[in-house]
């Protein structure tokens, strides 16, 4: 029973990993409004942005309000600074000049890690269920079967 739960639990941590159903592809065109953006700020970027959204910051994610030429306009969900931990936002609207950015990246719905996700997701799900014997199901063992166990009769 040991070796089920343990088989369990690294099928439950992989699905965990599998987390991630998006990935992140570089802009090749002008994003649209309500695009999720990952912005990486290039040096003079890390400088010129740090009255907005703090000193030697890395990297910005948030969901695009307005694309110029000249500038995104996100509302920032978190921020990544060079060194430290990544921090969450709430919304603020930066604007953020195109010359500061040194790669944008479009996150897209990754159909093949949500389809791993769901089907890692489910096989840990029978696969508890079977070795629990919830509703019945799995095989029936001898201490488990109307009479108990044969072996004592």
């Not at 040194?102 to 990754?110: K, T």
């Not at 159909?111 to 079977?130: D, N």
């Amino acid at each position: 029973m040991r070796a089920r739960s343990a088989r369990l639990a690294a099928l439950a941590a992989q699905a965990l990993t599998l987390g991630a159903c998006y990935t992140y592809h570089p802009v090749a065109v002008a994003p649209v409004p309500n695009t999720h953006l990952s912005i990486v700020l290039n040096d003079q970027g890390r400088v010129g942005a740090a009255s907005q959204v703090g000193p030697q910051v890395a990297k910005l994610e948030g969901s695009l309000l307005a694309a110029t030429d000249t500038a995104y306009v996100l509302s920032v969900a978190a921020v990544q600074p060079i060194y430290g931990a990544r921090s969450r936002w709430t919304g603020e609207t930066v604007s953020v000049r195109r010359d500061y950015v040194a790669l944008a990246y479009e996150r897209r719905l990754s159909r093949s890690r949500t389809a791993l996700l769901i089907s890692g997701a489910v096989s840990v799900v029978a696969a508890f269920m079977f070795t629990t014997h919830i509703f019945g199901l799995g095989a029936d063992t001898p201490s488990n079967v109307p009479g108990g166990d044969p072996g004592n009769q």
